[in-house]
């Protein structure tokens, strides 16, 4: 599956963005999803993961309550609603798909296809 994210650019500290990461191919429900971020200068980091069927979700806990993973299997789409947005959420954020259930889903080990990535950036 080839994955391609959008979305990103600059916003207030406080604002909201929504990534979108598009896949290509007819077996995108299969795969489980996640959203990944990397900071200048740090560690590719997990963000969110949903099942296949959007029945698990789960969160860094930096960004509970603040953001949303969802996705749309008839669209081939997972999206990432990004509210009250702050400056250290600036990154490059990364969709991933994985095939293997069983996995937490918060290592970027247990992803087997990535997107390109689309920046946001967060000003104070």
């Known amino acids: 599956v080839q994955l391609q994210a959008s979305g990103g650019g600059l916003v207030q500290a406080g604002g909201s963005l929504r990534l979108s990461c598009s896949a290509s191919?007819?077996?995108?429900?299969?795969?489980?999803m996640g959203w990944f971020r990397r900071a200048p200068g740090k560690e590719r980091e997990f963000v969110a993961t949903?099942?296949?069927?959007?029945?698990?979700?789960s969160y860094v806990d930096s960004v509970k309550g603040r953001f949303t993973i969802s996705r749309d299997n008839a669209k081939n789409a997972v999206y990432l609603q990004m509210d009250s947005l702050k400056p250290e959420d600036t990154a490059v954020y990364y969709c991933?798909?994985?095939?293997?259930?069983?996995?937490?889903?918060?290592?970027?080990?247990?992803?087997?296809?990535w997107g390109q990535g689309t920046l946001v950036t967060v000003s104070s």
């Open positions: 191919g007819r077996t995108f429900s299969y795969y489980y």
């Open positions: 949903i099942s296949w069927n959007s029945v698990v979700k």
């Open positions: 991933a798909a994985r095939t293997r259930r069983s996995y937490s889903g918060d290592v970027p080990e247990q992803y087997d296809y």
